[in-house]
């Protein structure tokens, strides 16, 4: 009995020696970190950084946040922020953000609003930190700019999931329901309010390769770059409209895409007139675009369902063979 009760005490007094130490060493490490930014012309504050949670947890809590980067222009500022991990399993973390908070870029700042924002994730045992699985989750999305506060985006429920094949190639999953558009974007699709208040579906799943992997660097130097996009499905349902895709582009270092995506379109008249209404598509060639789609839809076999390929080449994007305006630039500041 005796020696059972030291073998106990002996444990116990371990386990508590390892919270104290681990607890310090992020201590430190966190404190590190601040500081480090700082001395690179970053604003990084917190009012209280606290590690809670003996015996079982490391809880950190962090109050009156705030974090800007000169070089991007990007700042970010919350009212408090938590990091929850398990003492025995400290590669696996739990995010948790306030109801509100305020992302700041060169052009404008956004006021974000949600209930229960959180992430899960699983970070690889190294000094990088480098993610290696990872799931975020909001309910009652609301991002607002803060000097238009009638100009609101919502979202009933967001889903964000990612986890990294190999190297720096990695599976990105997206789901988001009951998508409301602000005022000035809602005019600007549906300039003639034919469609629905809300965006009722839009789920993703692509493969994203990028020049690097995400890790600490992506926040304390730059971030990476893709390389490749894979888009195994994207489906987006907004009324009686109904839009598929799917394809492969490359992307070069300047960030142009080269590829195709075939898009599927049931109802797609009905696309093309909104598209039009919205200016995305000239009216000049409007006529012209329509009656190639036609033939299109009817060698398928469907004249309302389209299917027809999205091509990106010199920088341009046609539909079909039609060029209808120039390809987007995928850098990430």
């Not at 930190?129 to 609301?142: D, G, S, V």
């Amino acid at each position: 009995m005796r020696f059972l009760l030291a073998v106990i005490v002996i444990a116990a007094l371990g386990w508590s020696g390892y919270w104290f130490i681990g607890q310090n060493g992020l201590q430190r490490g966190y404190s590190a970190w601040f500081e480090a930014r700082r001395a690179e012309g970053w604003v990084a504050d917190t009012s209280d950084l606290r590690i809670q949670g003996f015996p079982n947890r490391f809880d950190t809590g962090l109050s009156n946040l705030v974090l800007a980067d000169p070089d991007t222009g990007l700042a970010w500022e919350a009212p408090f922020f938590q990091i929850l991990a398990l003492s025995y399993q400290p590669n696996h973390v739990i995010a948790v953000w306030p109801d509100t908070q305020l992302i700041a870029t060169p052009i404008e700042k956004f006021r974000i609003k949600s209930r229960d924002m959180r992430a899960s994730l699983r970070i690889a045992p190294n000094s990088r930190l480098t993610p290696e699985r990872a799931t975020l989750t909001a309910e009652f999305l609301r991002i607002t700019p803060e000097a238009r506060s009638d100009e609101t985006t919502a979202l009933t429920a967001l889903t964000l999931a990612a986890e990294r094949q190999q190297d720096a190639t990695y599976r990105l999953g997206l789901s988001a329901e009951g998508l409301t558009l602000s005022p000035p974007w809602r005019k600007q699709l549906d300039p003639q309010g034919l469609l629905p208040t809300q965006i009722s579906g839009l789920h993703a799943d692509l493969t994203v390769s990028f020049d690097k992997l995400w890790d600490r660097s992506a926040i304390e130097q730059a971030r990476p770059q893709p390389t490749a996009i894979k888009v195994r499905l994207a489906d987006a349902k907004w009324g009686q409209l109904h839009l598929q895709a799917a394809g492969e582009v490359s992307v070069t270092p300047e960030g142009v895409p080269e590829g195709e995506i075939t898009l599927k379109a049931r109802n797609w008249r009905e696309i093309l007139g909104i598209a039009a209404q919205s200016g995305a598509v000239p009216e000049t060639l409007l006529g012209t675009i329509e009656s190639g789609l036609a033939l299109i839809a009817q060698i398928s076999g469907n004249p309302n369902t389209l299917d027809v390929p999205l091509s990106f080449r010199n920088g341009r994007i046609l539909l079909g063979p039609i060029p209808i305006g120039p390809a987007p630039l995928l850098h990430l500041r």
